[in-house]
């Protein structure tokens, strides 16, 4: 029996006419992430601090001469001025990502002849590029104290430690500590840092309440507008796997939830504070959960550099080529460690 004659089986009609394509669009299916977390809580323009100069500098005082006592009437005093200030240096790290085109491509892909705006795919394709890399640099940076290129992230801050208590201390690849400050020297330089074995009450929420007492881990107060000046910016972040636990341990404590079957999904709070899904720490087997306060921990960009869009044309070797260079001067800065935290799950010895 002969096949069936369709449509796509009549080589004339394949190469004359266009199949049906719809308004003039395209729907993005590329990106790797559901979310890009980092992207959506700090890369944003109200939470960057804008620079200049060769590198990055904030001022810190990390400790105080307690020079505080009880006295006497008519007792002597003898007044001590010490030196307690010291700074915090990173450098500026540098983002590049470009996109292309002929002019002709331009005029060929306008009119009833164009399906979907080609530029426009060109620049969401490299955009999507731009953000995974920014997305996996925040989490995952393999930024070194040698190395000259690599932005700062998460990671390089927020480092897991050995006991309970403010032992993050200098992190791997920083061994004289990162921002030029000794964790070794300057045990106030460290994180908070603590593992659990179970997503329970009485084990991961146990310690998670003794952490957020430690760091001074608080919701905001009733009343308060989240676009404050000094409105509470503490987040949670952890991945899916945690995220799903505490879901359920939410929805069991809850006798009145109706029929719906999974009422807590992207709703789960600690402290009032909800918790954030990191699609790139699904990635991280020890379920890492940070505790950060983004008022103390956010990005520096070079003033006149946020994603700044230059376009070339006019290349004597390809007169009719135009590249769009697309630029990010930056890097990401904590002045407080003391107020940020990571917890793991324990790993079988």
């Known amino acids: 029996m002969p096949a069936p004659i369709t449509s796509e089986n009549i080589a004339d009609l394949v190469s ?4 049906h394509l719809g308004p003039p669009r395209f729907y993005q299916i590329a990106q790797e992430l559901p979310r890009y977390t980092f992207l959506d809580d700090m890369l944003k323009k109200d939470k960057i601090q804008f620079d200049t100069g060769y590198g990055i500098e904030r001022d810190a005082m990390f400790a105080f001469s307690k020079r505080a006592r009880h006295v006497s009437m008519f007792a ?6 010490p030196d307690v200030m010291s700074k915090i240096k990173i450098p500026w790290r540098h983002t590049n990502t470009n996109y292309g085109f002929e002019e002709r491509e331009f005029v060929m892909n306008t009119g009833a002849a164009r399906t979907a705006d080609l530029i426009k795919s060109r ?9 995974t890399l920014m997305e996996e640099t925040c989490w995952d940076s393999s930024a070194t104290s040698t190395d000259q290129t690599v932005p700062y992230g998460v990671n390089s801050w927020v480092v897991r430690g050995t006991t309970a208590g403010f032992t993050g201390a200098n992190p791997s690849g920083f061994t ?13 330089w460290r994180n908070y840092y603590d593992e659990y074995n179970a997503v329970s009450k009485d084990d991961l929420l146990r310690k998670m309440r003794t ?3 430690n760091i001074d881990f608080r919701a905001p107060m009733n009343g308060q507008a989240a676009d404050q000046e000094h409105s509470n910016q503490n987040r949670l972040y952890t ?12 929805e069991a404590q809850n006798d009145n939830l109706g029929v719906d079957l999974a009422p807590m999904t992207d709703r ?7 918790v954030r899904w990191v699609p790139y720490l699904d990635n991280v087997e020890d379920d890492p959960i940070y505790l950060l306060n983004i008022g103390y921990f956010y990005p520096v960009v070079l003033a006149g550099w946020y994603l700044r869009e230059k376009i070339l044309r006019d290349n004597p070797a390809q007169h009719t080529t135009v590249a769009v260079q697309i630029d990010l001067s930056w890097n990401l800065m904590c002045v407080d460690r003391r107020r940020q935290a990571l917890m793991t799950r324990e790993t079988s010895p």
């Open 211 to 213: 952490c957020m007492r």
């Open 123 to 131: 620049r969401v394709e490299t955009l999507i590029g731009l953000a």
């Open 76 to 81: 002597t005093s003898n007044v001590a001025i």
């Open 176 to 188: 004289s500590g990162i921002g030029e400050v000794n964790s070794d020297t300057t045990p106030t």
């Open 268 to 274: 789960v709070n600690v402290n009032r504070l909800p």
């Open 239 to 250: 991945n899916e796997t945690v995220i799903n636990q505490l879901e359920l341990l939410a």
């Open 16 to 19: 004359t006419t266009l199949r």
